[in-house]
């Protein structure tokens, strides 16, 4: 298999170890562990853990530890107002521009997100729910704002893997179809409102004593 396939194979895999909980907060990770449970070499792990390092779900010190990011609150709480706004203006650019086949995308996507909900499929739920939003992301046609969420969105995964697994994650199919009857009316105000709305919500799991760590000092 081409070697940045095989990257990208270790990427998708050790993140949604860590996103699911399977890699805890502050875990030591070994590449030659990982590499020999996925059985690649330890290139593609390498190359993975690096990448992670840059979505800040992992942190290395040079010769001591590579270990997965305890979950600071602050760090969490600071992406997600940015990953908000962001998607906020991303709605709000795109709406002038969806056609027939955006909306139809964001209707198939949130059927399947709503379907991964109500099945306890939280890893494809997420999977589903930046597939929703990235068709909004995607039309806008603003580089800067899609590698801004690009960049901070993966932070935000862990706390969503909790929110979509609590009751509040019954909410969000319903809210996904607001947005898309705001798009579909041409309502570029009223459907960044809802797109904000949505991620807003997540700020209210931060605020209930969600298990978030403060940053431990090596």
Known sequence: MDRSLLSEQALGAIRRAIVAGELAPGEAVKDVELAA??????????????????????????????????????????????????????????????????????RAANTRFAAAIGSGALMDAIDLDDAFHDVLVRACGNTA???????????????IHLYLGSPLGRDSAPMH?????????????LAAGLAERNWATLSVLLEKSVPLEKKEKP
């Open 37 to 106: 449970r996925m059985g690649l070499s330890r290139t593609p792990v390498r190359e993975a853990l690096a990448r992670l390092a840059d979505e800040g779900l992992i942190e290395t010190k040079p010769h001591s530890y590579t270990r997965v990011t305890p979950l600071d609150a602050r760090a969490v709480r600071d992406a997600h107002a940015v990953v908000q706004a962001m998607h906020g203006l991303a709605t709000r650019l795109a709406v002038p521009v969806l056609t027939a086949g955006h909306l139809a995308d964001m």
């Open 177 to 189: 179809e607001r947005i898309i009857a705001a798009c579909a009316d041409g309502d570029a105000g």
């Open 145 to 159: 704002v899609a590698a801004t969420i690009r960049r901070y969105t993966p932070l935000l995964h862990r706390a």
